[in-house]
């Protein structure tokens, strides 16, 4: 079935390093692909998104190409911010049943100071 | 803010007991989504609904079940409670035709001791 597989966290960072969070997936068709950010005792929020081969998503910073050839949509930041540390998810939607999406299980991310 | 509102934010009931989560879509959303997140399970689709009618399901449990109002207005009916059903209950709209994102409420917390 559709699936989405990322990096196992917790991923500690100290301000201003370079982040990459790793996402694969496994879909019959050709998804659409997000990456969603939980922080903490809040809901998810779109951090960004892609439709398409190619495309990239950008967003306060982030940012994640659509690579069909590897099945990935890696999430990457050049220099992160304290604020920055949440729980962040990569998704996939079909779009057969609307915008039903399939989660990775969540990386953590901690930024210190 | 998302737009998405639910209700009760926290809940603590007992094994045995039956609790209803209430979802208030987005304005305009026809479509509402029910999402399970646990600590070994992560983000678990549960149900879709669109405008009143079930499209969707996921990995939900005989003892859950849900339901779409006439005003758009979605329950999460849990039942039989387990311990193992202590979790964040998320409720999210969006529209239906297309791959787009997702809008998330702030999620229920439900305890079940």
């Known amino acids: 079935g559709d699936s989405v597989t990322q990096m196992e966290g917790p991923v500690t960072l100290s301000e201003e390093a370079f982040l990459t969070i790793n996402c694969t997936y496994t879909?019959?068709?050709?998804?659409?692909l997000f990456w969603y950010v939980q922080y903490p005792g809040e809901g998810l929020q779109l951090l960004l998104k892609?439709?398409?081969?190619?495309d990239k998503g950008s967003n306060k910073g982030f940012e994640a190409t659509y690579r069909k050839e590897t099945t990935s949509f890696h999430l990457e930041k050049g220099s992160v911010q304290v604020s920055d540390s949440a729980v962040y998810f990569c998704?996939?939607?079909?779009?057969?049943?609307?915008?039903?999406?399939?989660f990775g299980a969540g990386t953590i991310l901690r930024v210190k100071s | 803010d998302s737009g998405v509102t639910q209700t009760p934010k926290h809940l603590i009931t007992a094994t045995g007991q039956r609790v209803t989560l209430r979802c208030s879509p987005r304005?305009?959303?026809?479509?509402v989504y029910w999402y399970q997140q646990s600590l070994d399970q992560g983000l678990q689709f549960l149900i879709q609904?669109?405008?009143?009618?079930?499209?969707a399901k996921g990995n939900i449990l005989e003892r859950f079940s849900a339901q779409q109002f006439p005003d758009l207005h979605s329950e999460l009916n849990l039942s039989s409670l387990e311990l193992g059903d202590s979790a964040l209950y998320f409720c999210?709209?969006?529209?239906?035709?297309?791959?787009?994102?997702?809008?998330f409420g702030e999620g229920s917390r439900l305890t079940v001791l």
């Open positions: 999210a709209s969006g529209g239906y035709r297309g791959k787009g994102e997702l809008f």
């Open positions: 304005s305009g959303d026809l479509s």
């Open positions: 879909a019959t068709g050709y998804p659409s």
């Open positions: 998704a996939l939607s079909l779009g057969e049943y609307g915008n039903k999406l399939v």
């Open positions: 609904y669109y405008n009143g009618e079930e499209r």
């Open positions: 892609a439709t398409k081969a190619d």
